[in-house]
């Protein structure tokens, strides 16, 4: 019997803090660019098999080429999470039946949180324990464990750690479905994920839809991704004999699949340093990927054609490796991800015609194979005998029949809305009523008004009356907006009613130096801010004149104007940390360490702070305070706003080293010192945050 209910979870939890008010303006010219490196190894890589088709149009193409790299914005970030956690309940969804519990929490993205095998209790999806923000997402917060649903260009979806619209229908059968679906702000399209367990079925299947509403071709991207269990003796089965591999180091490049230098990296156990694998999937092979233990036993994940892409990261099990796996998951297990999307690699997208609905059905579930033949020598039995168990049970023609079949429900709106998401949808479509379009999306989309909230009511106040209302006090704005459309509506409002309104002229300088046509006016933006500025002094002016300085490499003036803004609202601790690190980067470190001190002890006890007064005190080279250095080195590293791969806290301890080794000698500390101690001193784990390439993906020269 194929169940649907409603439940929760509990688990230790950070808290998630409050939107930044600080918008995140990107160096103008440089939020899209393409990767030459990435687009040669595609080449390579179709050469090496065959060429592929070059219709772009074609809704049938395996690996698109246009590179989009996104940045955060018109998303408020989220960087304000900390590291303790607390018991906190999570509303859930889980569908069961005989087979198999798909447990889905809704406030986290709709994530997939868990699939456990009943008869076997076997988890093939890895929940994590906690929820542990890091700042890993292009908007800042991402957690770790189950299986996400992306689709903004670029990485992981800035709304992973939001709620999607989701909703109850039911499937043309009566099988009780879950509809997850959202308006993705950057991409500015509608996606849905209708997620099912049928009775009996040992499969859970998702229907995921993508729609292009726009007049013109849009670069489409989708990609899903599924933590497991990193474990001794399991290996990914994939059907492909070659791979572009990324080290996180700068390089890509094709590898062969299996081995590489003599090593199985198809075994993540085998993997010491953070990587990529893209697999090469010919066209017309049927795309799915397994990951099997010793008996032959794990998780398959196999879809319909249009979903080609397969891809292995792992986080490796170097110390760099390792460190991050329990700063993500404190107390769990570490893992692997295994992804599936629309392209070869995460940095192409795929053109998408205008009007065009794409779809597909993705499958997970269990397999069991000859563990003989899986984890044998001949990669060819290996990969023929997991799709041979796969056909017999789930053959390619009736999950795209599936497809098919599903499209009514997949039209449908949902029965009963259970959680609403956000309101920009519905912000849109109010938009678009004014202007006398139609949305083009699906009725199966269901964004209505009671979705709107703070976030959206300047805007709908700016569309309905042509106008904004200044926030009290000079509080901090709540959203952003990028939109030709929006910035024409402020141009007209701030040369009629707005005109002494700092408000809007803060957000016309936003749009100005980020619209989304690419037609950024930097002199433009700076202009609104200042004349912002002339209205009412707030920090939020002054720390955007702060960073287009920056980004123009007018570092002292960038300074100058961050510490304005600090001083404007001395309790903020993302404007304590942007001042701070413009002092720090522009050479200013005692004038930092005597800002320090007049900090408010909350903000100047953040890790963040901590670390740069330590920067500053290696850098005044005294042995006097070198034992400072050591003692902050000592404690636990749990700094909340750690980035991927950061190496500061390792460079801090290899510097002091080098130091102490120069002083030793009786010389000035030179780069020779500094690649003796990296060469002969271990990193304490609890510092190393680092990515290294695994050494068997190093380019061998003759």
């Not at 081995?259 to 990296?265: E, F, Y």
Request: aromatic letters at 8%; charged letters at 25%; one cysteine or more.
């Amino acid at each position: 019997m194929s169940e649907f209910r409603l439940d929760t979870l509990t688990m230790p939890a950070a808290s998630m803090g409050l939107m930044s008010p600080l918008p995140a303006l990107q160096r103008p010219g440089q939020h899209r660019f393409p990767r030459e490196d990435i687009k040669a190894a595609v080449a390579d890589s179709k050469e090496q098999r065959k060429a592929w088709p070059r219709d772009p149009n074609d809704p049938a193409i395996r690996y698109g080429g246009i590179y989009q790299q996104s940045d955060c914005l018109p998303y408020a970030v989220l960087d304000d999470f900390g590291r303790q956690r607390q018991p906190r309940e999570f509303r859930t969804v889980v569908l069961e039946n005989e087979h198999l519990e798909a447990t889905f929490i809704l406030a986290l993205g709709g994530r997939l949180w868990s699939l456990i095998h009943k008869p076997t209790g076997k988890r093939l999806i890895d929940p994590n324990v906690v929820f542990q923000p890091t700042l890993l997402a292009r908007r800042g917060a991402w957690i770790s464990g189950g299986c996400e649903w992306n689709a903004t260009p670029g990485g992981h979806s800035p709304q992973n750690c939001d709620p999607p619209f989701a909703a109850r229908l039911a499937a043309d059968d009566g099988t009780p479905v879950l509809r997850l679906y959202e308006w993705e702000r950057i991409a500015k399209i509608g996606y849905q994920v209708d997620c099912w367990l049928p009775d009996g079925s040992e499969f859970l299947f998702a229907r995921v839809r993508v729609t292009n509403p726009h007049g013109e071709s849009i670069p489409m991207y989708w990609w899903t991704n599924i933590a497991v269990d990193l474990r001794e003796g399991y290996r990914v089965i994939v059907p492909a004999v070659d791979a572009i591999s990324w080290g996180y180091s700068g390089e890509a490049g094709p590898v062969p699949i299996p081995v590489v230098h003599d090593k199985d990296v198809t075994v993540a156990t085998n993997l010491e340093g953070t990587c990529d694998f893209y697999y090469g999937i010919e066209q017309g092979q049927r795309p799915w990927l397994a990951y099997l233990d010793q008996r032959g036993q794990g998780l398959v994940h196999a879809s319909t054609s249009r979903l080609c892409g397969r891809k292995l990261f792992a986080w490796g099990t170097g110390p760099g490796g390792q460190r991050w796996q329990e700063f993500l998951a404190p107390g769990g297990w570490p893992y692997i991800e295994l992804q599936a999307g629309l392209t070869q690699t995460q940095y192409t997208t795929i053109p998408m015609s205008p009007g065009a609905d794409w779809a597909w059905v993705e499958a997970f579930g269990l397999t069991t194979t000859d563990a003989a033949k899986v984890h044998g020598p001949d990669w060819s039995a290996a990969r023929g005998e997991v799709e041979a168990q796969l056909d017999a049970v789930l053959p390619q023609d009736r999950l795209e029949a599936l497809l098919k079949s599903t499209e009514a429900m997949a039209d449908r709106p949902a029965d009963e809305i259970l959680q609403r998401g956000s309101g920009w949808a519905s912000l849109e479509r109010r938009r678009l009523g004014a202007a006398g379009q139609q949305t083009g999306w699906p009725t199966s989309l269901v964004f209505d008004d009671e979705s709107m909230g703070d976030e959206q009511a300047p805007w709908l106040e700016l569309l309905e009356s042509g106008a904004m209302a200044e926030p009290a006090d000079g509080e901090c704005p709540p959203s952003f907006m990028v939109q030709a459309p929006w910035r024409d509506m402020l141009e007209r409002a701030v040369e009629g009613g707005c005109k002494d309104n700092w408000y809007a002229w803060l957000q016309l300088g936003v749009l100005r130096y980020a619209t989304d046509d690419g037609s950024a006016d930097v002199a433009g933006a700076q202009q609104a801010w200042r004349r912002s500025l002339e209205l009412a002094q707030t920090p939020w002016a002054h720390r955007n004149l702060a960073l287009s300085a920056w980004h123009a490499d007018r570092r002292d003036e960038a300074a100058g104007q961050w510490m304005q803004a600090w001083q404007l609202r001395c309790t903020d601790i993302r404007l304590a940390r942007e001042a701070a690190q413009s002092l720090v980067r522009t050479g200013r470190g005692e004038e930092f360490l005597a800002l320090l001190e007049t900090m408010p002890p909350e903000i100047r006890s953040h890790p963040r702070l901590e670390i740069l007064r330590v920067i500053c005190l290696l850098e005044k080279d005294d042995p006097a305070v070198w034992p400072e250095v050591e003692e902050f080195l000592a404690r636990p590293a749990e700094p909340a706003d750690m980035h991927e791969g950061e190496p500061t806290l390792s460079r801090l301890f290899y510097e002091l080293k080098a130091r102490q080794l120069a002083l030793a000698e009786g010389a000035a500390v030179a780069e020779t010192h500094r690649q003796t101690v990296r060469d002969t001193v271990t990193c304490p784990p609890h510092l190393d945050f680092r990515q290294i390439r695994d050494p068997a993906l190093q380019v061998k020269k003759d």
